[in-house]
């Protein structure tokens, strides 16, 4: 089968490999739909090493065609319509058992990321405790999403404990914080969008933001203030990922107001006493979901009725891999998603 993978300096290749075969508790999956992730962009722009050989993307979503000889009837059968929790531990510790494999104390794997095949391919092959069934009312693309950014967004949303009366601002409107955009309005919030690029503002305000702000026109903080009297927001997310979205998101959280980071790797420096303690401002850290967590947010899709595919904006076959990581390089767009069936 043909696989894309990253070779580093925004260089991509659709190569050759063998199609996958199950171990004994592993499943093969026909991928019906496979999202690109806006961290997919830190693979494609590192440093080139022409090592690379493992088939990406991390946000699976297909039917199974294949079982491995130990594989329960209660885990997976063949023609089941499934996402996959994209991540692998050891089973037995703590973390794995309540469905945070990422955070295995043995060390995880996490399928796409050059510890294991990923999804950006016809076939795939996973552990079967991975799966995660996918309601009959939702598509594999919507899958796709909940497989990682928007299922992100939603267990962002459930950490800060958002209310319908509260208002929420979100810095950055890629995958990730349009979805949380999205969420945020269909849980009641008064939504503020921050984000640099028009044509994302735009989405934002498709998606149910109240208001957007462009930080490179005018003071986001102070923005922020003059749409909530002068308070600051209740919650913020950020999902961004750079130093001065960081700064802001802290600076512009009311008093006794929570902001999470959302968005990997950086830095960020704060002043403690006026920027946090005297304010009383809780400060969290975000990463995915929880196997269960991914399950709740395909049922909050699901009875919300919300119209998930509407994130993406492009949609792509496998040979069309190099032009589709070069829009996303832009960081203008929507989500974009591989069709390989």
């Known amino acids: 089968m043909q696989g894309i993978t990253f070779l580093g300096n925004r260089q991509v290749e659709l190569r050759e490999f063998a199609d996958p075969t199950p171990g004994p508790r592993d499943v093969i999956l026909e991928i019906k739909a496979s999202g690109m992730c806006g961290t997919d962009l830190h693979a494609y722009r590192r440093e080139f090493t022409g090592t690379e050989h493992f088939v990406a993307g991390h946000e699976p979503c297909g039917v199974v065609v294949e079982l491995g000889k130990h594989v329960a009837d209660s885990e997976a059968k063949i023609g089941d319509r499934v996402m996959v929790h994209h991540y692998d531990g050891c089973g037995n510790c703590r973390h794995c058992k309540s469905g945070w494999s990422q955070l295995c104390d043995e060390g995880r794997i996490t399928y796409g990321s050059g510890m294991g095949h990923g999804a950006h391919a016809r076939y795939m092959c996973v552990a079967s405790h991975t799966l995660v069934p996918l309601l009959d009312d939702l598509t594999f693309t919507t899958g796709a999403a909940i497989s990682c950014g928007t299922g992100t967004a939603y267990g962002a949303l459930k950490r800060i404990g958002l209310e319908g009366d509260e208002t ?174």
């Open 168 to 341: 929420l601002a979100v810095f950055g409107q890629g995958p990730v914080g349009l979805s949380t955009t999205q969420f945020g309005a269909a849980m009641g919030a008064r939504v503020i969008a921050i984000e640099t690029s028009p044509e994302r503002r735009e989405l934002a305000l498709e998606k149910g933001a109240h208001a957007v702000i462009d930080p490179s026109d005018v003071d986001p903080i102070q923005a922020i203030k003059d749409l909530t009297h002068g308070e600051g927001a209740h919650k913020v997310i950020e999902t961004a990922g750079v130093a001065q979205a960081r700064q802001a998101a802290v600076k512009g959280t009311r008093v006794w107001g929570t902001a999470c980071f959302v968005a990997s790797g950086g830095e960020v420096t704060l002043d403690v006493g006026p920027d946090l303690t005297f304010r009383q401002v809780t400060v969290l850290g975000h990463w995915t979901f929880s196997k269960n967590g991914q399950a709740d947010c395909a049922r909050f899709v699901s009875d919300r009725k919300i119209d998930v595919d509407s994130v993406f904006t492009h949609e792509f076959q496998l040979e069309q891999a190099e032009e589709a990581y070069q829009l996303l390089d832009q960081q203008k767009t929507g989500k974009g998603v591989f069709l390989p069936s």
